[in-house]
């Protein structure tokens, strides 16, 4: 695992940006597994400032989000299809049918979970998985368990994770309680993992992902078996790190 201790938030997102843009310039239809939440935003915004400024081609790029809500569809304001056309599909060339994210208002949900694996099966893997983390150490909506689930999913939230995210909508009980995720095996046969996490909230989560036991208690531990993971996180999220105390 490589870990890169910077600054801050923002040097957290040129740092990420830096990673994918080189990678579409190297393989310009690459597959990138890619997050929602308020940690990506800033490698978003800088992914859109390559594209303008730098011409970093998304034409043949294609992305497969980590989840959805259940009971949104794509054109609700908080749905992360909407998220993702706002801080990244409207700001770059993609082409729209290149990019992938479950169908929260699918009829057969089970069946949506089937199909989202199919993509995986179909495009091999992921050549980068961004991932964000939760301040449970979920990592998508892989929730605090008893087991690692490899498959995509329903995901019923944790209390935890429902009031972080109740800051997009106007209402507690407004918040989907449950979501459809990618599981494990999505996540993790990945050809290059990155962690990006900021803020001294996720500080514990890195803490025991990064060095604690590997346990489905801990969904973003198993990363630590990943063999190429890159792990960016700003100071304040590395605050409780054994080595990171060491090395200061
Ligand atoms: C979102 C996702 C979640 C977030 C996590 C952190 O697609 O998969 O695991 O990465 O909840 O969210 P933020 O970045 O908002 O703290």
Do not use: W
């Not at 594209?51 to 034409?59: A, K, Q, V």
């Not at 992360?80 to 049918?97: G, S």
Request: hydrophobic content about 40%.
């Amino acid at each position: 695992m490589k870990i890169l201790v910077v600054a801050d938030e923002r040097e957290m997102s040129i740092e990420a940006a830096r990673i994918i843009g080189a990678l579409v310039r190297t393989k310009p239809d690459a597959v990138l597994g890619l997050p929602t939440g308020s940690t990506p935003l800033g490698t978003y915004r800088e992914l859109a400032r390559m594209h303008h400024e730098e011409n970093l081609d998304f034409s043949r790029v294609r992305t497969i989000n980590l989840d959805e809500y259940i009971g949104l569809s794509g054109d609700h304001p908080q749905s992360y299809r909407a998220f993702m056309r706002k801080h990244l599909f409207d700001h770059v060339n993609i082409d729209e049918n290149n990019t992938h994210i479950p169908d929260g208002m699918a009829e057969n949900i089970e069946e949506e979970c089937r199909r989202y694996d199919e993509i995986f099966y179909r495009y091999g893997r992921t050549d980068l998985q961004m991932i964000g983390i939760g301040v449970n150490a979920h990592i998508a909506f892989n929730e605090p368990a008893d087991c690692f689930t490899p498959d995509t999913h329903i995901a019923v939230l944790t209390e935890s994770t429902i009031n972080a995210n109740k800051r997009n909508f106007d209402r507690r009980d407004e918040v989907p309680q449950t979501a459809i995720s990618v599981g494990m095996r999505g996540i993790m046969s990945t050809r290059h993992l990155v962690l990006i996490a900021c803020g001294e909230g996720k500080a514990e989560a890195v803490a025991k992902s990064c060095f604690g036991p590997v346990t489905p208690q801990v969904p973003g531990s198993l990363i630590q078996l990943h063999p190429y993971t890159t792990v960016i996180a700003d100071e304040a999220a590395m605050a409780l790190c054994p080595v990171f105390f060491e090395n200061k």
